[in-house]
């Protein structure tokens, strides 16, 4: 057993150094979107995570007061934004798991994809070193000649954040190829007429053949189920980031997903794109 765990972590695929601009790049794009996230929330923390609210989740007895409910979310606020800026980073993006893990425990009939994908990714955020490019961390330390890290590490969380996304993929794929409605076509022309539709969405759902909902259903499940393979071959990562741009680009025109399809784009480019291309275009431009 250990030799056998010997090989699968010395492996080069999670164990080899790489420059670390990438993971920081990540942090900065992510803690964004969750700062976003948090303000959205803001004006109805009373509804969402206090007592006054009507809740289902594993610590919703745990609800706050409605004033102590909306101090923790602009909390939770300011923990994003310094973990994305890069100040003190590892305690704020501590706060920020904590925070975040507590509202999702509160409140699951608000809770999307994106919410949970966002409690893993903080973890292994807040484990590895995110904050060694791209923050005032790092400012601050060049500033008083205390930059005494590497520009380059473990491939290990870099490569833990590519595999959480890729799961997403798969088992939303293999979700749908289990669904006789979704691969009819019938669940995506169904979505772009419901209640999650843009304006842009329910024009597109008015005058679509239910062929065209076909084909595309097959398309999408494909994609979602092989895109896990794919991004990890050179030969066909850059069809898959780029074919995923477009699709998460035309869901967030046809349908109210939140940061769900913003994360997936971030994602695609700053975590699969070529790391050696991306790191010297930043390198040039830092």
């Known amino acids: 057993m250990i030799s056998l765990l010997n090989k699968i972590f010395n492996n080069p695929f999670l164990d080899k150094d790489v420059p670390l601009f990438s993971l920081c790049l990540f942090r900065v794009g ?3 979107l969750l700062c976003a996230q948090s ?3 803001l004006p109805y923390t009373k509804e969402l995570f206090s007592n006054q609210g009507f809740h289902q989740g594993a610590l919703s007895m745990y609800a706050l007061s409605p004033v102590l409910a909306k101090i923790l979310c602009i909390v939770l606020i300011a923990a994003a934004f310094l973990s994305a800026i890069g100040f003190k980073t590892r305690g704020a993006l501590l706060a920020t798991l904590i925070i975040w893990t507590y509202f999702f425990s509160i409140d699951f009939i608000n809770e999307k994809a994106f919410h949970s994908i966002a409690i893993l990714d903080l973890l292994i955020l807040v484990f590895s070193p995110c904050y060694v490019r ?3 961390d790092d400012w601050l330390n060049a500033k008083n000649k205390q930059r005494d890290y590497p520009l380059s590490g473990s491939i290990m969380p870099l490569r833990l ?8 993929y798969f088992f939303s794929g293999l979700f749908k190829l289990m669904s006789k409605d979704w691969v009819s076509g019938h669940t995506l022309s169904q979505i772009l007429t419901s209640r999650w539709a843009t304006d842009f969405g329910v024009w597109i759902a008015s005058w679509t053949p239910d062929a065209v909902f076909y084909f595309a259903s097959v398309i999408i499940i494909l994609y979602e189920l092989f895109a896990s393979l794919g991004l990890f071959i050179p030969q066909t990562r850059n069809y898959f980031i780029i074919f995923g741009i477009i699709f998460h680009a035309l869901t967030l025109s046809a349908l109210y997903v939140g940061y769900l399809g913003l994360y997936c784009i971030l994602g695609l480019i700053v975590l699969f794109f070529d790391q050696k291309r991306l790191n010297d275009f930043i390198a040039r431009a830092a």
């Open 30 to 32: 992510f803690c964004l």
């Open 161 to 168: 954040l590519q595999l959480q996304f890729c799961q997403v």
């Open 39 to 41: 303000l959205t929330w």
């Open 134 to 136: 791209f923050s005032v």
